[in-house]
């Protein structure tokens, strides 16, 4: 049989690139260790090991608890691009955690990333922004970006950044709004977001209209909405070919026609059309924010009135598979034959 | 009874063979036989071979010749005599024949001569020499050669034949495994984590579409509400409105009919308390009351003032003479001391009688000085009513007054002093 020959040679470096990691207990601690030191390559080689180290959640709070938060907050700081780019990973990887999104939000790490919110690596941005986005999706995490004052620049960002980066930008801004959306209405976002709705790349329809949907719950962003005439451009978008934006854009209209200006805006629009042909989209969220959008409107006399020819649909749709869906149609038949 | 094995092929060389097991010898116990019957079932005895009269013991190279104890062979003797005589015999022969050196000549001696080239000292004592020999001390010891001892035993080779030393699949099977294992179950981390982020994404989707649509609902129905509100409000409001509309149309009404029954009455009444004002007056006594009566009355306010006027002088007249008097009086009436109460009373009473003094004589002097506007207006009746009445009562004083002149300046003292 084989026998079980101990080598004289340490095992081959399969990745030079990466630090060594040690092993059990003592890897995350070496690796802080590491990222403090003086030597660039122990620092970068570190900085690799831990971005493989960080899809485990279990290693994300072993990092977080002994501390190397700090750490990489400082090296966000450091000269070489390859240090920064690999810090904004190593954070980004850390937030798709939860653990690691609750750590960002005790250790301040929200306005130390903010620093390099225009930094010169397109990298380093586009990670950066994937962080925020990932931690926006906690509802605190949302609320920390709002408080620190971080949503006039992003708003501003729109506008330079390029598309990957947009998309990422729109997603982020999306989930704050819901938190807390007076910082975006004082810096002008919806016109900003009126332009990107007529951008030529779908995903960015699709997520400006999701924007707008979060900007348009409290009563300013309603208000913005219908003076900023997104009105008749949502309608326009009703007939978009991809699902998402009709979806988007009929939930964003949904929210718009809430006030009386609102309601008359989308019907002198002629919005009840394609919102009737939304009904019978593929998508069942496209389906449920047409129904609502036109639940909307006929709570105005003039849209009750058109509405009342096409009641038979909403009875189909009582039967639809979704229970929201069901439920909306319900609502939405109620709201039509409404006598007052 | 172990069997003589006979060698069979003897003849031949006619050599004796005998060759039988090892056994061990039965002892003798009995000479004699008890009974004939008996070959050997009863147990045999052997014989201790150490207890063996038949076995030599001791040493065996001094017993060789040994005769027997009994008579020995003659012919044996003699024919180791006659050995003894032939050996001897042959001896002596030999003995003769063999060379020897001849007997020495007379008076010679022989002596030993040795002829080699070297002399020998032959003597008794061996020659020794002490011979010693010793490496030396620094020489470098050669390496040891290297040892290969002979080679022993037998030259053994061997072949490794395919599949003989081990199975490569089975052997390579966990290894195999390991490696292949650990690739996929890191990948199937990293698809997994994927695909958890994206199922996370699904639901998070769902969730939000749901949540927007609970909150359009809800701001629909809040929107609802307020209109509904407002509505009724208005509604309200209007209705208030018509009420009270109503009520004051009712009120007006009512207030109408009141007014009209109490104002019915108006007239009569406006005439009766028209005429108990007075407003209805005869003219003539109109004029006699407005043109005439005043008039009269300033005519006799004239006449009394001047009346009052001349009592006034007078009273001055008799005051200045009064005082010089008393200013020549003054310093005999420092030494009369007590002042009495009622001078105290009446000080002040002096006091204020003299202020009505300055007062009326301001007022005297006023009307003397003043042309006259008696019939001006009729607020200065009542004020000449007033005049009047303060000249009649100054009229009944005056008396009272001269009276009280010489208590007076007593009084006076006490105020100067």
């Known amino acids: ?340 | 009874v172990a069997s003589a094995l006979t060698d069979r092929a003897s003849p031949a060389m006619a050599t004796y063979t005998y060759t039988s097991r090892p056994r061990a010898l039965p002892c003798q116990r009995r000479r004699y036989r008890d009974n004939l019957m008996q070959p050997a079932e009863e147990p045999v005895r052997y014989g201790n071979i150490m207890y063996d009269r038949r076995v030599i013991r001791g040493n065996t190279y001094a017993l060789q010749a040994e005769p027997p104890p009994g008579q020995p062979d003659p012919a044996e003797i003699q024919r180791r005599q006659q050995a003894k005589r032939r050996a001897l015999a042959k001896r002596r022969a030999q003995e003769q024949l063999r060379p020897r050196t001849p007997e020495p000549v007379e008076g010679r001696k022989h002596v030993d001569v040795q002829t080699e080239l070297y002399l020998e000292e032959i003597a008794d004592r061996i020659i020794e020499v002490d011979m010693e020999c010793q490496t030396d001390a620094f020489l470098d010891r050669p390496p040891t050669p290297l040892f290969i001892p002979a080679k022993t035993g037998k030259d053994v080779a061997t072949q490794i034949l395919e599949g003989e030393l081990f199975d490569f699949d089975l052997e390579v099977k966990p290894m195999l495994e390991v490696l292949v294992g650990k690739t996929i179950e890191q990948s199937l981390l990293e698809v997994m984590e994927e695909e958890e982020l994206a199922s996370l994404q699904a639901s998070q989707y769902a969730f939000e579409e749901l949540r927007n649509v609970e909150l359009a609902e809800v701001q629909r129905l809040e929107e609802q509400e307020r209109r509904h509100r407002e509505e009724k409000e208005r509604r309200k409001q209007q209705q208030w409105q018509v009420v009270h509309k109503h009520h004051e149309t009712a009120e007006k009404i009512a207030a109408r009919a009141f007014a009209q029954r109490y104002l019915a009455d108006l007239l009569p009444s406006v005439f009766d308390s028209l005429r108990d004002g007075g407003y209805f007056y005869d003219p003539v006594e109109r004029d006699i009351e407005i043109g005439f009566l005043p008039w009269l009355m300033n005519e006799v306010d004239k006449t009394m003032e001047y009346s009052i006027v001349g009592r006034t002088v007078l009273d001055m007249l008799i005051r200045e003479v009064v005082e010089k008097r008393l200013s020549l009086y003054e310093p005999k009436e420092d030494r009369q001391s007590p002042p009495k109460p009622e001078d105290g009373l009446g000080g002040p009473g002096g006091v204020r009688d003299s202020l009505v003094d300055y007062a009326f004589q301001d007022h005297g002097a006023s009307p003397a000085q003043r042309p006259l506007p008696d019939r001006d207006s009729p607020p200065r009746a009542p004020h000449d009513g007033r005049s009047v009445e303060g000249v009649s009562s100054q009229e009944g004083r005056p008396m009272e007054e001269e009276d009280e002149q010489t208590r007076k300046f007593l009084g006076r003292e006490e105020l100067f002093q």
């Open chain 1, 1 to 340: 049989m084989a026998d079980a020959r101990i080598s004289m040679y340490l095992p081959p470096d399969i990745n030079p690139t990466q630090a060594a990691i040690a092993y059990g207990c003592r890897a995350l601690p070496k690796l802080n260790e590491e990222l403090q030191s003086e030597d660039l390559v122990t620092r970068q080689k570190a900085l690799m090991a831990l971005c493989g180290l960080m899809h485990d959640p279990e290693h994300v709070y072993m990092a977080i608890h002994i501390g190397c938060l700090e750490n990489l907050k400082a090296l966000l700081k450091d000269t070489n691009d390859m240090v920064r780019i690999k810090t904004t990973e190593v954070l980004y990887i850390m937030a798709t955690h939860n653990v690691g999104r609750v750590g960002f939000l005790e250790h301040d790490v929200i306005r130390a990333l903010s620093f390099l919110l225009n930094d010169p690596q397109s990298l380093c941005r586009e990670n950066l922004h994937l962080a925020f986005k990932h931690l926006a999706q906690l509802p605190t995490g949302a609320q920390g970006i709002v408080s620190s004052g971080l949503i006039p620049s992003l708003v501003w960002k729109l506008q330079r950044e390029e598309e990957g980066v947009q998309e990422l930008l729109l997603d982020t801004l999306a989930a704050c709004l819901m938190e807390d959306a007076t910082e975006a209405l004082a810096s002008r976002a919806v016109p900003f977001l009126k332009e990107k709705l007529l951008s030529a790349n779908s995903n960015i329809r699709s997520k400006a209209a999701g924007t707008l949907i979060a900007i348009s719950i409290p009563l300013e962003g309603k208000n913005q909405v219908w003076k900023h005439d997104v009105i008749p451009i949502l309608v326009h978008l009703l007939r978009d070919k991809v699902a998402e934006v009709q979806a988007n854009v009929a939930g964003a209209l949904m929210n718009a026609t809430v006030t009386t200006e609102g309601k008359y805006a989308a019907l002198n629009a002629e919005a009840i059309h394609p919102l009737l042909q939304l009904l019978c989209s593929s998508l069942s969220k496209a389906r449920l924010n047409a129904i609502k959008a036109l639940t909307m409107l006929a709570e105005a006399p003039e849209g009750r009135k058109l509405l009342q020819a096409h009641v038979p649909t909403f009875r189909a749709l009582e039967k639809d598979t979704s229970a929201a869906v069901k439920q909306a149609a319900q609502i939405a038949i109620k709201v039509i034959e409404w006598k007052p």
